[in-house]
């Protein structure tokens, strides 16, 4: 199995662990069970607060949320809406939420895994429609802006690298929910350079990215620092935490070699290049020079920045 290595900058600003985050959306089992199942793993106790909204407690985990992923379960009690969210399970996942996690307690959720995908979980390569996937809520560092910006212009570089080297389920691509940065933002990112400020940058994406449908969803953190430029440039609803939304990672809980644990090396990978001034110097550059003034293909520069990676041993986190 393979180990949940910690972060190049493991601690925050307080000197604490970094905390992750974890969404898990999957098909094949109503959220009842879900929740039971998480209960028994993790030795907490699952309770209904609403039709199809369960929550686990006092697990070795702290507090799991369980529910249908449908914008429905907030809407005001009613038989029709339990009707369509009836209807609406065989195509929508039930989400697992946790609370912020160490590297110990994030470690367990492989053991869930396991027994999930045994009482027939199914995940994102299971059908069509199923464009499920697995969300890294990943603590930022400390509020200063190299901390955001510094990663940010990381996975941009390395974005077409991630998707070629491990491709998202066809499902998850073909849904708007992972879309790739626009080679304009990256161009605008690169030219502002590691060390601009959140500001600026925060005025980049709002521009050039204004969407929550990103691989790296970074509107949580803008909005965090500023809620109410955020809000009166998108109409999405964005919940203001300071956490990288890393949207990246499939879900393929019913493959036997899949784990969680994998799907954590990617966003390694992204903050170990953070951290390295002369690679997101190399990085940049040579981004520039393969795309010129016109991008004809993604694939040339995966390819290139894939070598750049190898090079620098950072290939495989």
Request: aromatic share 8%.
């Amino acid at each position: 199995m393979t180990a949940f290595a910690p972060l190049p900058q493991p601690l925050n600003a307080k000197g604490d662990p970094r905390l992750i985050g974890v969404e898990i959306e999957l098909g094949g089992l109503p959220e009842a069970q879900v929740a039971h199942l998480c209960a028994a793993t993790l030795t907490g106790s699952a309770s209904q607060t609403d039709s199809h909204i369960w929550r686990v407690e006092n697990s070795e985990i702290g507090q799991i949320d369980v529910y249908l992923d449908i914008f429905l379960r907030n809407a005001q009690k009613s038989k029709l809406r339990d009707m369509a969210l009836d209807l609406g399970r065989e195509v929508v996942p039930v989400e697992i939420v946790t609370e912020p996690l160490d590297l110990k307690r994030l470690a367990r959720l492989d053991d869930l895994r396991n027994a999930l995908r045994a009482a027939g979980a199914l995940g994102s390569g299971a059908g069509w429609f199923f464009g499920f996937g697995l969300h890294l809520n990943v603590e930022i560092a400390s509020e200063a802006d190299a901390d955001t910006i510094r990663p940010l212009l990381a996975y941009a570089l390395i974005e077409d690298w991630l998707r070629a080297t491990n491709p998202i389920d066809e499902a998850r691509r073909l849904l708007p929910f992972t879309d790739p940065y626009p080679i304009d933002f990256v161009r605008a990112l690169i030219k502002a350079g590691p060390g601009a400020s959140r500001d600026h940058v925060t005025g980049l994406y709002l521009e050039l990215t204004p969407s929550r449908n990103r691989g790296l969803d970074m509107l949580p953190i803008f909005a965090h620092f500023d809620a109410d430029r955020v809000r009166a440039a998108i109409s999405d609803k964005t919940s203001a935490r300071p956490t990288f939304h890393f949207r990246l990672p499939d879900c393929r809980i019913d493959e036997p070699d899949w784990s969680i644990a994998e799907e954590w090396q990617r966003w390694l990978i992204v903050e170990r290049v953070a951290s390295n001034a002369a690679l997101l110097t190399r990085l940049s550059q040579a981004w520039l020079d393969d795309h010129g003034l016109l991008t004809l293909s993604r694939q040339s520069w995966a390819n290139r920045a894939g070598r750049i990676l190898q090079s620098a041993g950072l290939d495989r986190a």
